[in-house]
């Protein structure tokens, strides 16, 4: 403990400026991974982050192209008998827009009370840059890392790993490892440790309705012709009711109530729901399902949304058309026990079943992912937990979280490990909206949370 107080903190005071100027360079470059004509980018990027393990001292640094997007691997692996660590984390970002909502560009990072502002400055850049610079860290300290290392870095954690997860499949000799850590969740509240031990799974589809076989005069057709757009709203308003209940058959069969421990340490959590409502959510209301509670709606419940809605005409002035075709982006999370190939089944015989006359609705399936739940007895676990408390001041707290990160099960499915997600983002940091913020402090000692917990494994 005192050689991590000291020494590692010396290390971060000392480089404190080039380090924030380092993830700067990172945040600067656009790798925007759902957009074509960032590819450019999304190589920059990864060749990027092939740059920072070599700096950081990693070996067998290798870009490994795919179908998509490439990965990056690097491994050092000369601590014979001491507990191998995958790192993984991913460098591709939601695009920025509504960019007339951001204070400053979205690729020009800054600095203002306390954060860093840019987009992927939590999500996922500035969290998996703590990982590079923890390992600069160690070899500064010790002139190697305490354990053995592998990372894996991906380029399509924002369009659904697909490569990543072929990948994972095919190698699971390359990446043998004890445990996962990944940093790519939030803290409960600030300054408080937070461990996520548990992971909505995601399905993420596309509903296309056609209609008429061309666009149609609704003066000359309208009431005898069929409008997808309206027949994906109606589709839409059958799959869940007004009080958030999803409608499809068979959703809920599967979902299972968390352990009552469980329960009982979400209660002990400090939340206030008119806060929550006001700094987070900024709506007028909260919805959902009657008789549970937020953290149930939000951590241990199956949702279903719907993003975006295309189709028609919706520029300036009028036209009154009743387009051929709309499609609308629906998801829906899933809980732990929930099998994503059972819930696109029962979606597609309920849209089969739903769609209105005249209309003809067809299902994609963009991804789809398990939820995850780690067990927070894992030895790893409980180190982990440690390390981040002793840095913080305070116990570590156990969360769950509403998002999905496939990859976590792809590591407990593939490869057999638990996965510690030691994130430090924040609730408000405004994920995938404008504005989003990485507070700085956290960024510090994040690198002093990595470094402790890498040397207490070993230990």
Known sequence: ??????????????????????????????????????????????????????????????????????????????????????????????????????????????????????????????????????????????????????FLVEGEEEIGGKSIAMFIAENGEKLKADVALVSDTAMYQPNMPTLCIGLRGLVYMEWEATGPARDLHSGLYGGAAPNPVFGLVELLSKAKDAGGVI?????????????????????RLPFDEKEFLAREVGSTALTGEKGYSVF?????????????????????????????????????????????????????????ANTPAGIQVQVRVLSAAPATLVDPDDAAIRVAAEAFGEVFGQPTVFIRSGGSIPVVGDFARHLSMPTVMMGFGLPDDGLHSPNEKFCLENYYKGILAVVHFLEKLAA
């Open 1 to 150: 403990m005192e050689l991590m107080s000291f020494s590692a903190q010396k290390f971060i005071d000392q480089n404190r400026d080039r380090l924030l100027e380092e993830l700067f360079e990172f945040l600067r470059i656009p790798s925007i991974s759902t957009l074509p004509e960032h590819r450019p980018d999304i190589d920059r990027a990864a060749h990027f982050v092939e740059s920072s393990l070599l700096d950081a001292g990693m070996e067998n640094v290798e870009i490994i192209p795919t179908e998509g997007h490439p990965l990056v691997y690097a491994d050092w692996l000369h601590a014979p008998g001491i507990p191998t660590v995958l790192c993984y984390g991913h460098y591709d970002v939601q695009p920025p827009d509504p960019l007339d909502q951001w204070v400053t560009q979205p690729f020009e990072p800054a600095v203002r009370d306390g954060n860093i502002y840019a987009r992927g400055a939590a999500d996922d850049k500035g969290q998996i840059y703590i990982h590079f610079k923890a390992v600069e860290a160690l070899r500064s300290l010790y002139g190697r890392p305490p354990v053995n290392l592998k």
């Open 247 to 267: 409608q499809i058959p068979g959703v809920y069969d599967d979902v299972k109530a968390p352990a009552p421990a469980e329960l009982e340490s979400w209660a």
């Open 296 to 352: 149930h709606r939000t951590w241990a419940r199956p949702t279903l949304e719907v993003h975006g809605i295309a189709g028609g005409f919706t520029g300036a002035g009028a036209k009154t058309v009743i387009p051929t075709q709309a499609t609308a982006k629906v998801s829906l999370r899933l809980v732990p026990e929930q099998d994503p190939e059972k819930i696109i089944r029962q979606v597609r015989d309920f849209v089969k």
